[in-house]
C-alpha cells in the first residue's frame, strides 16, 4: 500500500492505538491505554460488533532516514488470536506500507477467518493513507 508521507509519518500514524477508529472500520474506539507507542504498549480494542480483544505491541522498530521500520501486534478474544505485521520502507513519494495478518484458532477456521480479514485490513490501510493524504 502506497502512502503519500515519509515512513516515519506512516508509522507513526499507524502505530498509535489513539489513531486507530479514525482509520480501522471495525473500530468504535479504544480503551484502557496502557503506556506509550512501543514494544508492550497494551490497549482494548472496542469494535462495532461489540468484541472487545485485548491488543499488544509485540514489534516496534521504528524506520528512519534509509532505515525500513517493523511493528506487530497481536489481539487476543475468547481463545482466537489475531497477528498483524506491518513493514514499512522509503519511496520516492513516501512510503510503502506493506502487512501480513493472521489469526489463529483450532482447525481450519482460522485459514479461513484469515481469508476473510485481509481484504479488511487492505481496505483500512487504505483508508489511513487517505487520511495521512488529506493531512499533508
Excluded at 532516514?65 to 478474544?77: D, H, L, N, Q
Amino acid at each position: 500500500m502506497s502512502f503519500p508521507v515519509a515512513s516515519e509519518v506512516a508509522f507513526d500514524y499507524l502505530v498509535d492505538p489513539e489513531n486507530r477508529p479514525a482509520w480501522q472500520s471495525s473500530l468504535r474506539r479504544v480503551e484502557q491505554v496502557v503506556g506509550a507507542p512501543g514494544a508492550g504498549q497494551r490497549w482494548v480494542d472496542v469494535t462495532k460488533p461489540g468484541l472487545r480483544p485485548q491488543m499488544r505491541t509485540t514489534l516496534f522498530e521504528r524506520p528512519g532516514v534509509s532505515i525500513p521500520g517493523r511493528w506487530a501486534e497481536t489481539g487476543r478474544w475468547r481463545g482466537v488470536t489475531a497477528d498483524l505485521d506491518l513493514a514499512f520502507a522509503a519511496t520516492p513519494t513516501g512510503c510503502d506500507v506493506t502487512f501480513r495478518f493472521s489469526v489463529r484458532v483450532l482447525g481450519p477456521v482460522g485459514r479461513a477467518f484469515t481469508a476473510l480479514s485481509v481484504p479488511a485490513v487492505r481496505a483500512d490501510l487504505r483508508r489511513a493513507a487517505e487520511v495521512l493524504s488529506r493531512r499533508s
